[in-house]
């Protein structure tokens, strides 16, 4: 079971998923899920799995999308590949390992590493890859986000980015997505390197 979209109001709407048949049954409960943190997928022991969503009489939102397939006992699944980020390692079986790496400027957040254990599940999540707050770009194309992109981005943050193209050439900046607070967040572009 893997999770694409999740988005429920936090504390007050919940997805419960466990395993087996009992709907409900405390001892098999995997994970009770609100906000917008899920697992990167869910395994069951056998071939049953069951969810319970609740919402609460005000406040919705987005809701959720989750996808399932049956898979091979003996079969961990496949975690996916962290958005910005490579992965090496095809085995979802036990005692496979997968090793991530991410693209140039993203940070590895997390493991990098994971194994497949018995209990049919990774000994981690996926890592993710977050964007730097300091980078020097010196390839003739590239792409700037902000860091958590497409998740809010912190407080308190100061980055700075530089970008050094061939002596001979110009250089264009296109904005394809911009949402900021008005008035108290700022990004600032310069040219010549001073700030
Ligand atoms: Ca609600």
């Not at 056998?46 to 009489?57: A, R, V």
């Not at 090496?88 to 993203?106: I, M, N, Q, T, V």
Request: with cysteine; charged share 20%; aromatic share 12%.
């Amino acid at each position: 079971m893997t999770f694409e979209d999740f988005d429920l109001e936090r504390g007050y709407d919940t997805l419960t998923v466990g395993d087996g048949e009992l709907v409900g049954d405390q001892k098999t409960i995997f994970h009770v899920l609100s906000g917008t943190t899920t697992p990167d997928l869910v395994v069951s022991t056998s071939h049953q799995m069951w969810l319970n969503f609740k919402t609460d009489d005000t406040s919705g939102s987005l809701g959720f999308k989750v996808s399932y397939e049956e898979i091979d006992q003996g079969s961990c699944g496949d975690p996916g590949i962290p958005a910005y980020g490579k992965r090496e390692g095809a085995g979802f079986r036990h005692g496979d390992r997968l090793y991530f790496e991410c693209l140039p400027a993203f940070e590895l957040v997390g493991k990098k590493n994971i194994t497949c254990q018995k209990n049919n599940q990774w000994s981690a999540k996926k890592p993710s890859c977050v964007f730097s707050c300091f980078f020097n770009f010196t390839t003739p194309s590239g792409v700037l986000l902000s860091p958590n992109y497409p998740q809010e981005y912190g407080n308190n943050m100061h980055c700075v980015w530089l970008i050094i193209t061939n002596p001979e050439s110009r250089i264009n900046l296109a904005f394809n997505d911009l949402s900021m607070e008005k008035q108290f967040d700022f990004l600032s572009i310069k040219d010549g390197g001073k700030h």
